[in-house]
C-alpha cells in the first residue's frame, strides 16, 4: 500500500489542478489579509470557502481520479497485491495531496503575516485541521461511491447528491424541523442530529474557536450550552475523525466484495 500511496501522491502533486488548487487559496488568503488584518474576519470569511468549496472539491476531484485511473487499476489487481491495499493507497493518495495543497495555500499567507507566532494561532490551526478533515471525509465518500457504481453519470449525480444534502438541504430541513416542533424541547436532538454531518461540525468547531455567539446558530448555540467550548470541540473533533473513518471501511468492505 506504501508504495501505491507514493505513486498516487506524486502523480497527483505535479497536476495542473492541485497546482491550481493551491494558487486559489494562496489568492484567495493574500486577498483577504490585503482586506483587513483581522484575523477572526479572514477566519469567519475562509470558513464559508472552507465548508462549502473544500468538501465539493474532494468529492468531485476524488470520483474524476478513480474512473479516469480504472484501467491502472485493473493492471494492478492483477498483480499479487491485496484489493484493499490499492484502494485505500489511491484514496490517501488523492486526500493527502489535496490536503497538501490545501495547507500550502493556506498556511503561506498566515507564514507572511507571523501569525503562527501570534495568540490568534489556534484559531488558525481549527481552520486547517478542518479542511484536512473535510478533505479526507468527502474523498472517501467519493471513493465509496465509485466503487459502488461503475457508471459515471450515477457516480457523480450521487456523489452531488450527497454534498448538496450536507451542504444545503440539511441546514434548512433542520429549520424546517426545529419550526414545526418549536413548542418541544429540542437540544438534545439537535445535539445528534448536527453529529450527523460533517459539514456542521466543522462549522461548529471553528466557531466555538471565534467563539462568536451570533453566528454559532442553534447547534453551536447548543454544543457551547450542554458542553462549554473546550468540551464542545472536543466532541465535534471525535465526531469528525468518526467520519473519516466511516468512508475507508466501507471502501475496505466494498473492495473485498466487487466483481471487476
Known sequence: MNKILKYSLYDLIRSRWMFFYFGFFLLFTLGLFWLSPDLS???ISMMNI???LVPLIATMFGLMYFYNSREFTELLLAQPIPRRHIFL??????????????LLGMGLPFLFHGLFTSAELPLFLTLLVSGVLLSFIFSGISFYIALKNDNRIRGFSLAILVWLMLAVAYDGFFLLLLSYFKDYPLEKPALALSIFNPIDLSRILILLKLDIAALMGFTGAVFKKFMGSQIGMLIAFIALLFWMLLPVLGIRRASSKKDF
Open 50 to 52: 472552507i465548508l462549502i
Open 89 to 102: 493507497g489511491q484514496y490517501l493518495g488523492v486526500a493527502g495531496s489535496l490536503s497538501f495543497s490545501f
Open 41 to 43: 474576519k479572514v477566519a
